[in-house]
C-alpha cells in the first residue's frame, strides 16, 4: 500500500477487490496498468472486465484477473448496451467487486448500469474524452451531452460516485465543477519519463514532424497532411511521418488506401510501431490536429517527455497540456492554413524548436502528468471510497 493511500484509509485494504469495466484490452493495458499496479500494491485484488483481444497475457503478468465480455465499443445501441449491462452485472456480482472503475464513455453507461444492477455503490467514472459529443457544436451534439448529463449524474450515480476527468472543460460539460469534492482531474494516464526519455534532436532541416496515432479522421490526420503540403508549397523544409493503423472497429477510421495515397512529396504513411520513442528521436517536433472530443491523448504526453516541441489544436485536453508559445504551438481545429503558417515558424526557428522541447518535457516532470503522479492521485481516491 502506498503511503499516502494508507494514511487516508487508516485500515487494510486487502481483500477488496477492485473491477475494472473497459471496451478493449488493448486500451486497458496501454494506459491503466500503472493504476491497477498501484492498487495491487495496496492489497487490493484487481479484475478487468473487457473484449479480449490480443493483450490478455501482458495484463496477467501483471497480475489482475481478466475476465471476457464481447461488447462493441463503437455502438451505443441501447438494447446491445441493456444486454451488455445484464451480463456485466452477474460479472460483478460473481466477483464480489467492491469498486467498479468504469472507463471511457461506454464503460461507464454499461458499467454504471451493471454496478447498479448489481447494488454496488463504489463506482469511479473515468471519462477519457467526448468524442463526437465533445466535438460537435449543433443542436445534435448539445441534445447528446445535454442527454448524457442526465444519465451519468443521474441513475447511474451513487453517493459514493467520483468522476476522474482529464481536462475541466468535459467536467463542466457534464454540468460538474472540477473543484467538486466528487471530481478528481488528473494527467491523462499519465507517461514513464524514464521510457520516453529526450534524445538529440535531429539536424535542423528539415523540419521533421510526427504523428502517432490511430490514423482516425477525428484525429486531424488529413488536415495535417494539407498543412504540410500548402507549407512546402510556401518553400518551407517540413516532412510529416504518419505512425499507426486504422482502427477498424472505429467508423472514423481513414481507409488503408487513403493513407497509402497521402504518402507521397514529404509525406509518409509507416504504419503501427512499436516503438513510439524511437520515432520521436528522429524527429523534432510530435503533432496531433484533432478536431476536439478527446480527454488528453497520450500521444502528446509521449512527445513532451520526449523533448519534442508540440504542434495541436486548441481544444480541451491538448490545450491544457500544451500552452501556445511555451510547450508547443496551438491551431484552430480544421484549420489547415493556420497549421501550414506554424509549421513555418518552427521550420524558421530551431532554437525555439529547441526551447519548446525542453519546455515540455518540464512539463510532464513538474505538472502531474507522470504515470506515477497519477497512479497516486487514482490510489488515493480508492482508498478514500474504501475507508
Excluded at 481536462?167 to 494527467?187: E, F, Q
Excluded at 510530435?286 to 504542434?311: D, H, K, N, V, Y
Aim: aromatic content about 4%; some cysteine; overall charge positive.
Amino acid at each position: 500500500m502506498t503511503a499516502s493511500a494508507q494514511s487516508r484509509s487508516g485500515q487494510s485494504l486487502a481483500g477488496k477487490r477492485l473491477v475494472f469495466v473497459v471496451t478493449e484490452d488493448w486500451f486497458f493495458a496501454s494506459h491503466f496498468l500503472p493504476m491497477a499496479r498501484a492498487a495491487l500494491r495496496m492489497g487490493l485484488s484487481v479484475a478487468v472486465v473487457t473484449r479480449v483481444r490480443a493483450h490478455r497475457a501482458v495484463i496477467e503478468a501483471a497480475g489482475i484477473r481478466v475476465v471476457p465480455l464481447e461488447a462493441e465499443r463503437s455502438s451505443l445501441n441501447p438494447m446491445a448496451a441493456g444486454y451488455a449491462a445484464g451480463q456485466l452485472s452477474g460479472i460483478l456480482k460473481a466477483l464480489s467487486a467492491d469498486i467498479v472503475h468504469c472507463v471511457a464513455l461506454r464503460g461507464i453507461l454499461v458499467g454504471g448500469t451493471a454496478a447498479a444492477m448489481a447494488g454496488i455503490p463504489r463506482r469511479v467514472f473515468a471519462l477519457t474524452g467526448l468524442g463526437l459529443l465533445g466535438a460537435r457544436e449543433d443542436a445534435t451534439g448539445r441534445l447528446s451531452r445535454l442527454a448524457l448529463k442526465g444519465l451519468i449524474r443521474g441513475p447511474l450515480a451513487s453517493r459514493q460516485t467520483r468522476f476522474l476527468f482529464e481536462n475541466p472543460d468535459d467536467a463542466r460539460a457534464l454540468g460538474l465543477d472540477p473543484s467538486d469534492t466528487a471530481v478528481t482531474l488528473v494527467g491523462g494516464a499519465g507517461v514513464d519519463p524514464e521510457a520516453f526519455a529526450p534524445r538529440p534532436l535531429p539536424p535542423p532541416a528539415p523540419l521533421r514532424v510526427a504523428i502517432v496515432a490511430r490514423m482516425l479522421w477525428s484525429k486531424g490526420i488529413d488536415v495535417a497532411v494539407e498543412g504540410v503540403r500548402q507549407a512546402r508549397a510556401g518553400g518551407a523544409a517540413v516532412e510529416l511521418s504518419l505512425y499507426g493503423a486504422p482502427d477498424p472497429s472505429n467508423r472514423r477510421a481513414i481507409p488503408e488506401a487513403t493513407l497509402r495515397s497521402w504518402s507521397h512529396d514529404g509525406v509518409t504513411w509507416h504504419g503501427p510501431t512499436g516503438d513510439v520513442a524511437g520515432a520521436f528521436a528522429v524527429h523534432h517536433v510530435g503533432a496531433l490536429p484533432s478536431r476536439g472530443g478527446e480527454g488528453l491523448p497520450r500521444t502528446l504526453l509521449e512527445a513532451a517527455a520526449c523533448g519534442r516541441a508540440i504542434l495541436t489544436s486548441d481544444v480541451p485536453g491538448c490545450r491544457d497540456l500544451v500552452r501556445d508559445g511555451i510547450e508547443g504551438l496551438l491551431v484552430p481545429p480544421g484549420d489547415a492554413a493556420a497549421l501550414a503558417a506554424a509549421l513555418t515558424r518552427l521550420a524558421a526557428d530551431p532554437a525555439l524548436v529547441a526551447r519548446m522541447g525542453a519546455a515540455a518535457r518540464a512539463r510532464i516532470l513538474e505538472g502531474g502528468y507522470t504515470e506515477a503522479a497519477v497512479a497516486e492521485t487514482v490510489a488515493g481516491l480508492y482508498a478514500e471510497l474504501l475507508a
